[in-house]
Nanobody
Framework: QVQLVESGGGLVQAGGSLRLSCAAS????????MGWFRQAPGKEREFVAA????????LYANSVKGRFTISGDGAKNTVYLQMNSLKPEDTAVYYC???????????????????WGQGTQVTVSS
């Protein structure tokens, strides 16, 4: 059984920063890719960023590129999302996701990830 636990969400003013953390655990679990998604009220869940541990390959949504940075430690199944220059439109529930192998879906697709956290709320006030 794999569990992902996020932390670090909260309320911040526009232009501010937050750092989200996610730790995955499971007796034999070893992550291959970990990612972040978000879902704003009334909208579908969308891809934010992903990292593949084998070569530290990172991928970002255009809407966050240059403002958000994904990093972490694959050996510890831990991923971070540093969010700078936050905007009100970044307000959403942020979800951590993980996969233990490659697959047929893009890392941008939620269908690639079998393991999900419970989500953490990020609210950016204007």
């Amino acid at each position: 059984q794999v569990q992902l636990v996020e932390s670090g969400g909260g309320l911040v003013q526009a232009g501010g920063s937050l750092r989200l953390s996610c730790a995955a655990s499971g007796r034999t679990f070893s992550s291959y890719v970990m990612g972040w998604f978000r879902q704003a009220p009334g909208k579908e869940r969308e891809f934010v960023a992903a990292i593949r541990w084998s070569n530290d390959y990172t991928l970002y949504a255009n809407s966050v590129k240059g403002r958000f940075t994904i990093s972490g430690d694959g050996a510890k199944n831990t991923v971070y999302l540093q969010m700078n220059s936050l905007k009100p439109e970044d307000t959403a529930v942020y979800y951590c996701a993980a996969a233990s192998s490659d697959g047929s879906y893009s890392y941008r697709s939620e269908y690639y990830y079998p393991y999900w956290g419970q989500g953490t709320q990020v609210t950016v006030s204007s």
